[in-house]
């Protein structure tokens, strides 16, 4: 049975279009409005909100909550103090990436811990010895996001310690007489936080938010919208830019943590004591140089595109819709050296721009290769550069507000 999140009253009647998505089991927005960019403008010039409800969210708590997390993390978790969350990865004991995610370190022994996929048992069973509980709070708590340049202006109205908080700080705080943890975080490369809100007082906060940010016009999108916004930000999707070593059949199938551009988590490694499970394999990679792949920011040569079109008398499309699939990438001699992951027309830059997997040799800034679009069901080349992700990063991401 398909489940709704706890801000469902809500955001079902706000569905205009009435199109929706399966998302772990839970029934998600695919777009509220009938305009894609009515509510990708609302994130990029005023403030949007985002039902992230159905991740899964486990809590890891305990004496040795730090040293378990510090083990099975790729990254260490030893340097996210109380108060402030961490980007992260977890891998296999082949250094294949199992997923990613976001920890929320809370109290000195316990942490909260977001993930796409489940991984309860897959946590559960690598206890051991560790004094440390891991605890299923999926259906307990609600996330709402608030991203955009007005996120703060918003949510300051209703909680003054909001304003505090750094990039990937987190606090407990009260919204309309609730309690909830804000964190400066989101998936939309833009400023942003997201609220979580035991699932019993979620409609109050939806409405406190809504209602706060009435003067800037505050608009839910859904995920399409989310999916523009994130390759804008170079931001990599599990079963997009990688599959999780857990589901793939072959290594070709599996990508390892510097293979998508994860190689800043590990440049102090050598200080680094701890036995992570994959950290050999990592190592090795790191320092024979073997990785197969970079992921790498494309950018379409307008002219090129212009013209491939225009020569076969029609007009070149530009269409904000993503295309998360492969589309083949070639050098100048047409020799096959990797594929796309994401593909489309950035709105907010006026091009088209691509995250792809490209041979380490073809991943410098300036090079240029060859990206095959299928035309009149023939396969045709544009001319593209790899060129620095994000494409999109606005200051205000960041930057103490």
């Not at 994860?262 to 950290?279: P, Q």
């Not at 997997?357 to 991943?363: I, N, Q």
Request: proline share 4%; aromatic share 12%; with cysteine.
């Amino acid at each position: 049975m398909v489940k709704t999140t706890p801000f469902y009253p809500r955001t079902g009647p706000l569905n205009q279009t009435m199109l929706w998505e399966h998302w772990a089991g839970y029934l998600v927005a695919q777009k509220y409005q009938y305009s894609d960019p009515f509510e990708y403008y609302a994130i990029r010039n005023s403030v949007g909100l985002f039902d992230t409800s159905p991740l899964f969210k486990y809590r890891v708590k305990g004496p040795d909550a730090t040293k378990f997390l510090s083990g099975v993390l790729a990254r260490d978790i030893r340097i996210c103090p109380p108060g402030h969350a961490q980007y992260t990865i977890w891998c296999n004991d082949k250094g294949w990436i199992l997923e990613d995610g976001v920890a929320l370190h809370i109290t000195e022994d316990e942490y909260w811990l977001t993930a796409a996929e489940p991984n309860l048992g897959y946590f559960s069973h690598l206890i051991g010895y560790d004094k440390v509980t891991i605890t299923d709070i999926s259906e307990e708590y609600g996330i709402l996001a608030l991203q955009g340049p007005h996120a703060l202006d918003v949510l300051g109205q209703l909680s003054e310690a909001v304003r505090k908080l750094k990039y990937f700080d987190l606090i407990r705080t009260k919204i309309a007489e609730k309690s909830v943890i804000v964190s400066r975080t989101g998936y939309t490369g833009d400023l942003g936080y997201e609220v979580w809100v035991g699932e019993e007082d979620a409609v109050t906060i939806w409405d406190a938010i809504m209602e706060a940010g009435d003067g800037y016009n505050i608009t839910p999108f859904g995920q399409k919208v989310l999916h523009m916004a994130r390759i804008d930000a170079g931001l990599a999707l599990i079963d997009i830019e990688y599959r999780t070593a857990r589901h793939a059949w072959t290594d070709e199938q599996r990508s390892s943590p510097i293979e998508l551009g994860f190689g800043w988590m590990f440049r102090k490694l050598k200080k680094d004591d701890r036995a992570f499970i994959g950290r050999q394999a990592i190592e090795k990679e790191i320092a024979e140089k073997s990785s197969r792949w970079k992921l790498v920011g494309l950018e379409v040569d307008w002219q090129s595109y212009e013209k491939m079109y225009n020569d076969l008398g029609m007009i070149a499309p530009k269409d904000h819709t993503p295309i998360e699939e492969a589309m083949s990438v070639y050098n100048d001699d047409r020799v096959w050296i990797g594929h796309t992951t994401s593909f489309m027309f950035s709105t907010i830059l006026k091009k088209h721009i691509a995250m792809a997997k490209v041979e380490p040799a073809m991943a410098a800034l300036g090079t240029e290769v060859l990206v095959e679009l299928i035309i009149n069901n023939r396969p045709r080349a544009v001319r593209a550069k790899v060129v620095k992700m994000p494409f999109f990063n606005p200051a205000r991401k960041t930057e103490h507000i």
